[in-house]
């Protein structure tokens, strides 16, 4: 389906939005174009939303953060069965009642059209789940206010339980709607094994005692670990706010700005146009955290360069893919998950970037030693960018960049990020008012705030569902559970500890991936935390080290075949075939594939996190770097300013690279010998063949 999607997408990228597009390619579906009263409600409702948020930083609640989480989930569940359509394959009679119009048009299925009755009847629904803990009147033995409703934690009545039913169901229809079933579905799952795992034999290692439905719904609905436990707080409190910031430094310029940068920086070389996607996606992806969208953004600008200089649509789609993704692992605005990972493990965001430094260049290295070899292999023409001075652009326009550095002082000076981002977005503001076509008016700062706020809708959803998630697993004691069978499974090959270590990571690395071809990245890190982190725990490895792991491979779900959101996005912008396209973005994506396994699996390792001595931290960079370039040279069959690898010298550079990895001065020295014979082959090689200029660009590489 995503291939048929992407084939029907196929056009000229300066015809299509690049807004609408990325649309169809993120974790969550494409909301309601809405228009009239209700997108005006709409916009009021996120306008209060966002204005709480904000409210939320500087007055917290005086009854704290849960009592926040309440009428924050209270405002943001009613207005997805608003703005996100049910997209059911319903008889067209049967829309038409639901929808409670004469007869139902497609634009029903496809956003087009305004809610239905049922849509508002859901809203309504869901404002009373949400607002019922919070009810001051008494009513069957429930309701009460919000003490009261605290006080009757493990001894809900009815009442209690039917409404926390409802907003159970509502969530996962919210789900449904924004991300599509197979998150509901393992939602159900882990219902389903909560209420049913007390019926295990109990010689199984995952059997428990077995939950009622009132313990589940109790765990659910009034506990710290359930819809209103991290995952939320985290949505509610930083990613809605760093949202924001994302959609005020859009509407003031800067997006173009960055583009138009990398562009300029880069015109004169022979790899501009190759140069240019990669900064670009960087440099986006400092305020996007999103890898379809920066994807989309990036390949609608320099996809034309890319054609003018001879790229094939699916080597171009592969670099656009793999640089987007980039986008979630760029400082200092990372994927939702790893606001989670600042609060799973107690410590600053600004520590959670500082992990996140070293691997976040040694990706880009990665990609960027790719497009080299590429150059060269392939023969690209260099092409002629229509850019300026980099110097004179910058001091036009560098203050773009002054809120991001805004962002990393104020967290280094002690700061919480929720201040730190409404700092900074304040200063966005203001510094927009130097140009006057995208000077920050009123209006246009409501818009703002209300595309911000509509954009963390789905991740918010996600978030609260994730409880249900985190509730069993915690009730249950699912986790260390799954974690002693992940370990006994490496344990059974072999008993050397070193050797269990990798293997039980090569599992999780597995099983990570396959989770996340199918729930958003953010669910896939709750899951991954919850059922693998404690595997790795276990065998002692620290635990920033299996955080980030998770949360490398949970992100790496945008690269992956056969799903690979971002790959299928940036085939629909460059026309290329599907498959192709997603091989070489897995090819431009390696390094963060292997660099996770690389902290994880030995100590030295830790060194990539910014953990230890300068020495270490030093050390461990090189080598990985060595490591990542001699992969790009074997993954590309070409050593630059040397000529082509053959396929013996491609072997042996995988075999370098991957003993480099390793970490330990054995393993690294034989692998800089094998780094070694491969340069030495490749010289060989190109004495007995001759000087190659590379193949033409179509050809096959």
Known sequence: MAEAEATALRTDPALIDPTELA???????????LTGPVALALTAATLAIGLLALWQVFRPLAQGSKYYLIFFLAGVLPLVFLAYPADLRLPRRLRAVLAGRPSAPDATATGRSGPSRVDWLLAAAALAGCLYPVLPIALAGGGGGYDAFLDRQGLLV???????????????EGCRRTTGWILPAVCLVFLGYGYYGGLLPQTWAVAHAGLDFGQLVDAFYNSDSGFYGTPLDVAATYIVLFTIYGAVLDLSGAGRFFVNLSAAAFRRSRTAAGRTAVASGFLLGT??????????SIGAVTWPILRRAGYPPERAGGMLAAAG???ILSPPTLGAAAFIIAEYLGVSYLQVLGWAMVPTILYYLGIVLSVEIDARRSGVRPATLAAGSAWRLLARSGYHFASLFAIVGLLAVGLSATRAVVLATLLAVALSFLDRAHRLTPARLVAALSTGVRGVLAVTVVCAAAGVITATTTKTGLGPQAAALLVGAASAISSEPAVVLALTALLAAVALSLLGLAVPVTASFVIGWVIIGPALLDLGVGAPAAAMFVFYFAVLSEVSPPTALAAVAAAAVTGGRLVPTMWHTLRYALPAYLIPLAFVVTPTGLGLLGIGGPRQILVATVVTALGVAVLAVAAGGWLPGVGPAGVPERVIGVAAGLTLLWLQPVPAAIGAVLAG??????????????????TRAGSPA
């Open 23 to 33: 649309g169809r390619f993120e974790d969550e579906k494409p909301g309601r174009v």
């Open 158 to 172: 009815g009442l209690d339980v039917a409404m926390g039913t409802v907003l159970l169901l509502l969530l996962l």
């Open 287 to 296: 305020v996007s955290g999103s890898g379809a969208a920066t994807t989309v």
């Open 325 to 327: 993704v980039g986008a």
């Open 677 to 694: 014979v491969m340069t030495v082959g490749v010289f060989v090689r190109r004495g007995s063949t001759g000087p190659s200029g590379g």
